[in-house]
């Protein structure tokens, strides 16, 4: 069973802020997908990654997949109130289900 | 942009109920998914369809059933609601190749009583 775990489970910053959150697992991925849920909304997708060592950058959030491909990060730049979400890491590992890690909770204060 | 609706933002139910979750998607993707989300738990997959008849269990099928009558709609069904099934319900899809780039409709609070 794929142990999956992101942390901090709960982030609260002030407006400016730089952050980190991780995404670890004991297993090999075959891509990771990041994503933020809003409350009272569903998740949308953030960003795909796949190739270990990759980074992708949208506007403040740099994200990174490991070079072994087992854990992955999400560093915001001068965080916003507008940043404020769960933020969900999802891996797939080669079927047709994504297992969703729990998430950090991120609550940017202005 | 890619659409999924689900058919109540909020629903509430009393226990022994046969209760009925709907969603559509407007993207002709293959794939649909059922989710549901709770504190702590995070989303857990309840059943998916990679096409129209097609259902897979997910990890926590029990209680729960589905139906793929069409390829743009995905519907939930509880048998027999009881209170722990109380919880947000999120219906997903993607395209087959792009399994892990899925859409999520706005979801439905359940609540049991």
């Known amino acids: 069973t794929q142990l999956l775990e992101q942390s901090p489970q709960f982030l609260s910053i002030q407006e400016g802020e730089n952050l980190t959150v991780y995404c670890n697992s004991s297993?090999?991925?075959?891509?990771l997908q990041w994503y933020r849920q809003e409350p009272g909304e569903g998740p949308v997708l953030l960003v795909t990654?796949?190739?270990?060592?990759e980074v992708k950058k949208l506007k403040r959030l740099t994200f990174q997949f490991g070079d072994a491909r087992k854990d992955s990060s999400l560093h915001i730049t001068a965080a916003q109130p507008g940043d404020t979400g769960l933020y969900l890491c999802a891996p797939r590992g080669g079927s047709e289900k994504l297992v969703f890690g729990k998430g950090t909770k991120l609550t940017v204060n202005p | 942009d890619v659409k999924v609706t689900q058919s109540s933002r909020y629903l509430v139910k009393r226990t022994g109920e046969k209760v009925f979750l709907e969603c559509v998607q407007d993207m002709d993707h293959e794939n649909m998914f059922w989710y549901r989300q709770d504190p702590g738990l995070g989303l857990r997959l309840i059943y998916f369809?990679?096409?129209?008849?097609?259902?897979e269990k997910g990890d926590i099928p029990e209680g729960y059933s589905v139906s793929r009558e069409k390829k743009e709609r995905f519907s939930l069904i509880l048998e027999s609601a009881s209170t722990n099934q109380t919880s947000m319900y999120l219906c997903?899809?993607?395209?087959?190749?792009?399994?892990?780039?899925?859409?999520f409709g706005p979801g439905t609070r359940l609540t049991v009583t």
């Open positions: 997903a899809s993607s395209l087959v190749r792009h399994v892990g780039e899925q859409y």
């Open positions: 297993s090999v991925f075959s891509s």
């Open positions: 369809s990679y096409d129209v008849k097609m259902k």
């Open positions: 990654v796949v190739t270990g060592g």
